[in-house]
């Protein structure tokens, strides 16, 4: 099956590639596969014979699979939990940076000395690299300087630390900068043009991170346009649309979105002989340290980064980034502990953004609903940055006879983008999805019928078979625009696409204590999806301890390496390394007490919280009793990830994503009282968590859909929302009534066989859902985000329109 | 945010010797802090009148109702006289921003908060209305922006309360160390001119906003405030409609319309009210003065769907005040 892999996600891809290990010997197991209910059934399987036994299906379970609370939900709410804002050490210094105040502009000179006296002041910087920004890949074409060229307003300058977080705000105040002022751009069709101000002299790429982002390299630059990226596949796409006897046709036009995670971008640092110790807001502490020890060219086993609790992360939280690289410098400059949180406004402006995209997507197809070719051109600003591509649900969806898409990035002098929730899906759904809806209303095919002909992913198939059964979706009225009145009812769906992404950088240790306590340990950070939580359902399942009795040590590089989290790797990477690690260490823990009961290892097992013997060797005894039996105070084993069992198995993940709406045709507001989301992760292992994770990102899409935006004033440059008060996201009102169904879907490829729900959960699809039920409702196509009211008058034709300037 | 003398008051007298030079009055500071920590003001004294006890409480008198300046928005949202008897009044209150902001945010605040338009309320902007040389939102972005009164700054009137108490006829008490007077909210906001263009109200640098009295309703008096947003949580009105309606019987008798994002101030929409006067209230007769309320408007670049906004506003507010249509579920808060 044609499964892309976006571009910027490889990396992983090829890692887990080049990480296999020499082939151990294996054995064929009988494994769960299908969905409960509509298609299970057992597949065989060859694991390594090292491996434990194939876990059953979740409803014959006793801890995972099942609806846990989360590990650490006390600590949160009673305020216990310590975030990095929270980090106070002796003598901490608190950090800030100076951030342009335009947006394009060579820095001539940079006065520190006013600063520098401040009384309090223990150290200022002047940044002489930037990170996150494009780079030129003939450096040649600009000046040396010592300063960075400035390409963005609220790009970091300068930074002071100081005594207390009033002082260095005062502090950054009385920085000179002087600037020779360039021209620049902000907005994307004007950056296409000929004649506008250019972002870079010359091509330019951006780096990826960790969690993707950073668009391809190497491509044609014309201008401020970094593209085409082109590709192709299946049969020439002119004789597709030949074939064709229908074709729809659309623009699309999308947004840039901010990632506004409640806690921003921030670290503790501090700097000491020996040792570096970070403590990072991040996605990765792996990522993180990599970083540090690169740029400061310090051994890894010189720095240390602890993230024991984290405030959100949609994907632009990786590495050191300027935050980290600045605090670091400004402590070894110091000699003390520097703190440096980014304030909301910078959090806006320069650590990353979702790119908006104006798309033409044109599909064929036959009578039948036969896809005979797809073609899609996108443009798309990641600022100075790269990354705009979004062919991903255009090339991944269906079956298509031929496709072409070209992906086009276009620098402004914008804040660089990074990686957001499922990069590039949102905005290609929006477009294909619509586009899908659009084309079956012209064959008169049922929009989930049509789906059926042309989707060949068996878990979608299912999950429309849900959609079908629901209420919600029988309540459709198939004729668009029937309501009278100026309120319009209207129901439509879309299906969302993500990818089986693996970290073989994921192990964990599991230790058993002679007072039978169990321990985990790994590096892992978890960004608030639960993951501690899942990582005590797994040694609960093998010891028989509920899982608030097991101590979840996580989020430090001391521990054994954990993934970084981005691209839904975390619970589908990490679980099997924890699950192997606790079966080895009951394995080594049962040989450790079998002496003191006269048999061995083999002939004991823990079943329902006791060990037992199969052979009557002993009468049953706590788990915790027989742990007293241990010679040594603990004993340990540690695992690490193994590559999945059958990669030719692979699907893609999805949902299917369905929203009513009420648009009201007179003010122009679009009301949704109810969502359903039909979605599969695999084997769910703990429901509650997965669900959270489909209500956040089906929220996500829908604040993304209808309110924010960024927006850049096109005279200065400058962002003129970069609060939460007018960059609108959606409040308490603006939530529907969520419904989540969960397929469970065993796919056989590791020992937990857990795969990830965070970017398919409803971002992708829900913006395109919400497009196609304002088309149900009034018979418009909505083809502009935000939806807001002055967008919806212009689609409806009651006002012209005001949005993108053409 | 700049460093500040804090000056906390327990008397109207004390707070009054207080208001020197340079000193802001902070009330719930929702409004003042946010100023305070974006760097649009650096004041070196804020003057706390928070803890002043005559400032609270809701009365009602034998002229009417009067209000301390202390009241809070939560407060005047659920207080039972107000919502039957001054319910424009009681809506705009318990619609405004958010419930903690409205457990925080008094009348009088609201009533001096400065007037809305993200280039004016940034550091980053030196604008006209801060008392600089150019408008940034003619030729920028003012997709929120004014649709009457823009020959100037087109900034919009942010204060609920400030449009229901227009609409009400009430006054605002000012008090200074020679007494008080009492001045129509009707001519309480100044329109931005070129000559003063910081000026937002007549109030003195030496007075203190200390009440709001409110006439009593004559009798068969019917009222309602609904604002219109992007979302439904804490959104400022893109269009809004205050609506009082004197009825005997069916008949319209007397009617007030005023609208708050429309202008800089508040603005009273009176060839639109007449045209109730007299009839009684249709959903024709509503949507023709709400239609009647857009004549003149002059819309900006990007601002022209507030001209389609407002009549849609109006005539579903003056319905819901007739008690011919529900609470609009469109309509935010």
Redesign the interface.
Known sequence: MATHLDTALDPLVQAAAAAAPAKPEKHTVMMPIGVPGYTLRTEAREVPVSEPPVLAVNSELEFIGKPTERWDAHYKVSGQAKYTADIQLPGMLYGRFLNA?VPHAKVLSVDVSAAEKYPGVKSVLVIERVLGNAELRDPKLETPSRYPIVRYAGQPIAAVAATSA?IA??AVKLIMVTYEEMPFVTDQLSARKTDSPQVYPGAADQAGSAGGGGGPHGVPQTGNVHGPSINKKGGDIEQGFKDADVIVEGRYVTQVQTHSALETHGVVADWKPGMLTVWASTQGTGSVREEFAQYFKLPKTQVRVITEYMGGGFGAKFGAGNPGVVAAQLSQKAGAPVRLMLDRKEEHLSVGNRPDADQIIRIGAKKDGTLTAIQLESFGTAGCGTGAGCAGPATNMYKYAALHTAENDVFTNGGPAAAFRAPGHPQGAFALEQAIDELAIKLAIEPLDLRDRIDENSVRRVERQVVRESALWKSRNPVAGADSGP?KRGVGMAQSVWYRFISMNSSAEVLVHRDGSLEVRSAVQDLGTGIKTVLAQILAEEYGVPPAKIAVRIGDTNYPVGPDSGGSVTTASLTPAVRDAAWQAKKKFLAEIAPAYGTTADDLQIVKGEVRSKSGKMQPVSFQRAAGKMKVDSVSAQARRIPDYDRSKYETYGGVSVVEV?V?T????I?IPRVLAVHDCGRPMNPTQVISQINGGTIQGISYT??EQR?L????G?M??PNL??Y?I?????IPELQVHLVESYIGQSSTDASGIGEAAGIVAVGAAIGNAFFNATGYRMRRM?M???EV??ALG???Q?GLKA | ???FIFSDCTSVDAALSQMTGEAVVKAGGVDVLDRMKNGVIEPAKLVNITNIPSLRGIHETETGVRLGALVTLAELGDHPLLQSQYTVLADAAGHAA?PQIRNAATLGGNLMQKVHC??YR?A??ACLRKGHDMC?AY???N?YHAIFDTNVCPSVAPSSTAVALSALNASVELTSAKGKRLVPVREFYIKPDDKHPTMETVIAPDELLTAVLIPKPAAGTRSAYQK?G???????A??DAGVVLEMQGDVCRKAAIVLGAASPTPRLAVDAAALLVGKPITEETARAAGLAAMQGATPLS????KV??FP??IYRTILLAAGKMDRD??AA?
């Open positions: 105040s009033h705000d005062e309120v009420n009201d007179e003010t122009g507001r009301l209808l309110y927006h004033d096109p005279n200065t400058l003129v929302n008060e007018q609108k959606a409040g308490s009102r603006d935000p807001v009211p002055s008058l212009a009651k006002v012209p005001g | 945010m700049n460093k958010t993200w280039y940034s980053d902007f940034f030729d920028g972005l997709q219109y992007e979302k439904s949580s804490y959104d400022w893109i269009a990007m601002n022209g769907y389609q906004l849609v506003a579920p469109s808060g």
